[in-house]
């Protein structure tokens, strides 16, 4: 599986970003995927995950505010960021997660940064 994550940049506090992670490969091997991100000198962290039948979990921090939603037809996730506030700033992960008989294996994008700052 591979992950292919765009979407970041440069926004102000309270404004919207869509991140979005193409996964291509052994898709129908896919479970859930999902987003993660790491700020500058932190671990990296649980954004919010999507199963294949369409159940969504999200970090405390980020009910509300973010949304995860996925486009099977696509193979393409989507996190839908809005009322950014500085501390939301980090490298966001795609992550996907096949489970093949008793084995879960995970895969990670490349990264793509968020910087909300004014």
């Known amino acids: 599986v591979q992950l292919q994550a765009s979407g970041g940049g440069l926004v102000q506090p309270g404004g919207s970003l869509r991140l979005s992670c193409a996964a291509s490969?052994?898709?129908?091997?896919?479970?859930?995927m999902g987003w993660y991100r790491q700020a500058p000198g932190k671990r990296r962290e649980l954004v919010a995950f999507?199963?294949?039948?369409?159940?969504?979990t999200y970090a405390d921090s980020m009910k509300g505010r973010f949304t995860i939603s996925r486009d099977n037809a696509k193979n393409t996730v989507y996190l839908q960021m809005n009322s950014l506030e500085p501390e939301d700033t980090a490298v966001y992960y795609c992550?996907?997660?096949?489970?093949?008989?008793?084995?879960?294996?995970?895969?990670w994008g490349q990264g793509t940064l968020v910087t909300v700052s004014s």
């Open positions: 490969g052994s898709i129908f091997s896919i479970n859930v």
């Open positions: 992550n996907a997660v096949t489970i093949v008989a008793v084995t879960a294996t995970n895969y």
């Open positions: 999507i199963t294949s039948g369409g159940t969504t």
